[in-house]
């Protein structure tokens, strides 16, 4: 078992980051749901007290940087939006739910599952205790969150049953109506039994299976229902919050830093870049960062992910891994020069 030495510090609005550019607070999303009532919220927060920007997480929750460490004002403003209606659980509150659920394809609708399983881990004093990166998923059959490395999963297999995936391992088969009374039972197994272990994966007898990424596709998508809604990807998943405002309309964050908007809109294509390259926030808003790493990745159309230091804040799996070193780049661990990247990760798109 893993044993670590220092407590986790995931960040939440209560309880924020201190980056090189100010305070940064994490809003969790349960499903990545957002009403267009709280997305006004959060680009005003942005706005009046932030860098301007809200960052999209690779869990569906958001970020806002540049915060002053007095955080009062923040905490008023997003309280009275209903976003932070747990403030014993709200660094647990880590929920991800196929996005297109309810919308197109699926065997169940899980997103009653979602106000479910978040009242249910929230009615769970002890489960205050969860380490802030213990991620519960709600799959809808297709597979899609199952593989974002969640600590405990519930996957349907047909209408009625799912399976309990534990670091995705199948586990026992559990009734929809069941779901999630059967995570918080894991839950609290989980917390007997970890010892300092962060995730499930840390556990002896649990690999951490992965499985193949199966993001939501950017671009329009057909409903169940007959109509047509989208999927918008903007770069680095950071959005101004006058982009955030113009969206107007309930939307679903995912966890691959996109946005899925129920209804097609043409005003919001010119949001989503069509590159597959993302980076975490590098310099100047990150002390441990070695380069301007996002200037760089501008340059790239590569699945590559461009990280500041070893830590690789967000690298979604799959993704080439080029990590900033010594006025260059470790490419897949081979140093290149950072004037060299581009041709180097154009290459490797080529193969
Ligand atoms: S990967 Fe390193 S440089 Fe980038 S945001 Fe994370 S800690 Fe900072």
């Given amino acids: 078992m893993s044993v670590r030495a220092r407590p986790d510090a995931c960040p939440g609005v209560f309880a924020t980051h201190d980056a090189a550019d100010g305070a940064l607070a994490r809003v969790r999303l349960p499903g990545g749901r957002v009403t267009a009532a709280q997305l006004d919220v959060l680009a005003g927060c942005a706005d009046d007290l932030g860098d301007g920007s809200v960052h999209l997480t690779s869990r569906g929750n958001v970020q806002l940087r540049g915060l002053s460490r007095d955080t009062g004002e923040l905490v008023g403003r997003l309280s009275d939006a209903g976003l932070l209606p747990a403030p014993s659980h709200e660094r647990v509150r880590n929920f991800l739910a196929s996005p297109l659920s309810g919308l197109a394809g ?6 009653p599952l979602v106000a479910e399983l978040d009242a249910a881990v929230c009615a769970e004093p002890e489960l205050a205790e969860l380490p802030g990166r213990f991620l519960f998923a709600l799959d809808d059959g297709r597979g899609d969150v199952a593989a974002e490395d969640a600590d405990l999963c519930w996957q349907a297999l047909d209408s009625r049953t799912g399976v309990v995936l534990r ?7 559990v009734p929809v109506g069941e779901a999630a009374r059967a995570l918080v039972r894991e839950a609290l197994r989980f917390l007997e039994i970890r010892g300092s272990a962060w995730r499930m994966r840390e556990l002896p007898g649990f690999s951490g299976e992965t499985r193949p990424a199966r993001p939501v596709p950017v671009g329009p998508f057909a ?3 007959g109509g047509r809604g989208m999927c918008v990807a903007p770069l680095f998943g950071q959005l101004t919050a006058a982009q955030l405002r113009s969206f107007r309309c309930d939307v679903v964050v995912t966890p691959w830093r996109s946005i899925v908007v129920p209804e097609f809109r043409a005003d919001l294509l010119a949001l989503s870049n069509d590159t597959e390259v993302t980076a ?4 100047p808003g990150c002390a441990k960062s070695r380069a301007d790493v996002r200037a760089d990745a501008r340059r790239v159309t590569a699945r590559a992910h461009f990280s500041g230091c070893e830590r690789r804040c967000g690298k979604p799996r799959g993704a080439v891994d080029v990590v900033a070193a010594d006025g260059g780049y470790l490419v897949d661990g081979t140093w290149v020069p950072a004037e060299a990247v581009v041709d180097v990760l154009g290459q490797k798109g080529n193969r």
């Fill in 106 to 111: 699926g065997a169940v609708d899980v997103r």
């Fill in 223 to 225: 409903r169940d229902d």
């Fill in 280 to 283: 975490c926030i590098g310099r």
């Fill in 167 to 173: 670091a995705g391992e199948a586990g026992p088969r």
